[in-house]
């Protein structure tokens, strides 16, 4: 009989994390499904997960979650999803030093944190898989989104790299690219958003009040939108592939902009990405 495959995926309060977790344990993984806030751990550990509280943010955090996982499972981790993110809105010269840390503390500083922690314990059992939940704007530029996309672009560029350093250990590192998918992550950018922008000072008040509208709209906010079974699927393959993918784009708008990218002059390329954009009503 096989044995039953480990994976840590962080982020699993909602949407892609939640999914991947409950997708992966009826495949037969054991899945640690971590989150942030302690209740969303109960809620997790109620419905049969085995999860602990995870906070990107936060090194001890971090550590602690890390030596559980390991002391549970005799040291063996096959797989870690880096899901755990959110999105910061604002036009950049609205973004403050503060909002822009406390983006890259989650998206980037905290998940490479625990990717290199993990990777010791990889490199002894000889192999494993790193998942990195990149983005569309991981490879392509939407107005008032700077601080998210600057923090995708630079995660894609440390998993290409860790990609290169990490040949010949058995350890593959995939990057997972969604587009727009069903998720709360709209409402947790609302949140950021109200956080550190302060519209009636901006120059760009009146886009604001487009971009609240669509923080706040019920449904689908863009088109092509496809639910979080979506990824799971490309997330199967990057873990179970005898050869896994170095990238995994998801969604119509995944496709088509990593297409334009590379056939566009920027002028054009530009021009397609602000009428996409909407302004930020999109």
Not at 44 to 52: F, H, K, M, V
Not at 170 to 181: D, F, M, Q, R, V
Not at 187 to 193: E, Q, R, S
Request: hydrophobic share 40%; charged share 20%.
């Amino acid at each position: 009989m096989a044995e039953q495959k480990i994976i840590l995926i962080t982020g699993c309060s909602s949407g892609i994390g939640l999914c991947a977790a409950r997708g992966l344990r009826a495949r037969g993984w054991r899945v640690f499904a971590t989150a942030r806030q302690a209740a969303d751990v109960a809620r997790l550990q109620a419905e049969g997960l085995e999860s602990l509280p995870l906070d990107l943010r936060d090194s001890a955090s971090i550590q602690t979650a890390v030596t559980t996982v390991l002391e549970q499972t005799g040291g063996r981790l096959d797989a870690l999803f880096n899901n755990g993110a959110y999105g910061q809105p604002g036009a950049v010269e609205d973004l403050s030093r503060a909002a822009l840390r406390e983006q890259f503390e989650t998206n980037l500083f905290g998940t490479q944190e625990l990717t290199n922690q993990v990777i010791p314990a990889m490199r002894r059992q000889g192999g494993g898989r790193i998942l990195y939940n990149s983005s569309v704007l991981g490879l392509v530029a939407l107005p008032y989104r700077g601080a998210y996309v600057a923090s995708k672009f630079a995660l894609e560029g440390l998993a290409d790299t860790l990609r290169l350093e990490l040949a010949g250990t058995g350890i593959h590192i995939c990057l997972i690219e969604p587009g727009p998918i069903f998720s709360r992550f709209r409402d947790n950018a609302h949140v950021a958003y109200l956080r550190h922008i302060h519209p009636e000072t901006s120059p760009h008040r009146a886009k604001y009040l487009a971009m609240e509208a669509r923080l706040l709209k019920e449904g689908p906010a863009a088109p092509f939108t496809l639910p979080p079974e979506a990824v799971l699927k490309r997330v199967i393959h990057a873990l179970e592939s005898a050869r896994p993918r170095a990238r995994y784009p998801v969604t119509v708008p995944t496709y088509l902009f990593a297409i334009l990218r590379r056939l566009l002059p920027t002028r054009a390329l530009d021009a397609i990405l602000r009428r996409s954009g909407g302004e930020g009503r999109r």
